[in-house]
């Protein structure tokens, strides 16, 4: 079993900044790509940012330029600054893990419970 925990939601006024973090842990032999989805309501679920093993990063057009995707391999962590948000951000937002379960397995899923980000005056 492989648990997911995020932090760092919460209500923000537009302009202003929030770190999300999402720590894996549980039987993990290694992780490759890391990332970021949103889902407003309403809404379709959307990636966000995703960064792969090797530290490449790729983002929605919608939040280039403001988010920044990071990781930390050695504590199985992935991390979303967000700068400067719009109320157009408001979402709850799930991280997501690809991960192999021992050398040789297929790639496994994983989602975090979700944190909610809201960007309002």
């Known amino acids: 079993q492989v648990q997911l925990v995020e932090s760092g939601g919460g209500l923000v006024q537009p302009g202003g900044s929030l770190r999300l973090s999402c720590a894996a842990s549980?039987?993990?032999?290694?992780?490759?790509?890391m990332g970021w989805y949103r889902q407003a309501p309403g809404k379709e679920r959307e990636l966000v940012a995703r960064?792969?093993?090797?530290?490449?990063?790729s983002y929605a057009d919608s939040v280039k330029g403001r988010f920044t995707i990071s990781r930390d391999n050695a504590l199985n962590t992935v991390y979303l600054q967000m700068n400067s948000l719009k109320p157009e951000d408001t979402a709850v937002y799930y991280c997501?893990?690809?991960?192999?379960?021992?050398?040789?397995?297929?790639?496994?899923?994983?989602w975090g419970q979700g944190t909610q980000v809201t960007v309002s005056s």
């Open positions: 997501n893990v690809e991960f192999f379960r021992w050398a040789g397995s297929g790639r496994f899923t994983s």
């Open positions: 549980g039987r993990i032999f290694s992780i490759n790509g």
């Open positions: 960064i792969t093993s090797g530290g490449s990063t």
